[in-house]
């Protein structure tokens, strides 16, 4: 081969490079990417902390705000008053906020007795954090906040806390 067609050959690598990630953001972004990761969710038989299995049907249909969390990380911890204030306030808005613990039980029900909310919490254990890598928590790092549409697409994430302003805008724009 000579010198043109090798530049041919890294010119054409390097934009079919640039397109797949472009096309990677584009899927994300649009939620297209998200189906899967939101069947598995649904479809995990989440257990409350008193080891009772949720009803995962009655979340289909509803804007979920999904809050995975540990009560080792203060971050959660300080962001779960005003989860549980926009709990309320979205709460006729077909709107449910769902906090999955990555943490065990017992330091789940023990946190809940000292820090009560109002949404339910469900123990998510490595299954939780391997479906919170699969919903778009690349860094696999706590709290990581996911908002689902009533169509079981996948609307907005933040990893890190969130602001109370911001999780309003994001549940207003996928109502």
Do not use: H
Request: glycine share 8%.
């Amino acid at each position: 081969m000579n010198r043109r067609q090798w530049i041919i050959i890294v010119v054409i690598s390097l934009l079919a490079l640039v397109s797949g990630v472009l096309t990677s953001q584009w899927i994300y972004k649009t939620g297209l990417a998200s189906d899967p990761a939101v069947k598995a969710f649904l479809e995990n038989p989440w257990q409350t902390p008193d080891g009772k299995v949720a009803n995962t049907q009655e979340w289909q249909g509803k804007v979920l705000v999904v809050n995975f969390w540990a009560s080792w990380c203060p971050p959660c911890v300080e962001e779960m008053p005003t989860l549980d204030k926009l709990q309320q306030e979205f709460l006729k808005q077909n709107v449910l906020f769902v906090g999955i613990g990555i943490d065990s039980p017992s330091n789940i029900r023990e946190f809940l007795e000292k820090t009560p909310v109002s949404y339910p919490i469900m123990i998510g254990g490595l299954q939780g954090s391997n479906l919170s890598k699969q919903m778009g928590n690349s860094q696999g790092a706590l709290p990581y906040t996911i908002i689902i549409n009533a169509k079981g697409k996948s609307s907005y994430s933040k990893l890190g806390k969130i602001s109370e302003d911001e999780l309003r805008n994001a549940i207003k724009s996928a109502l």
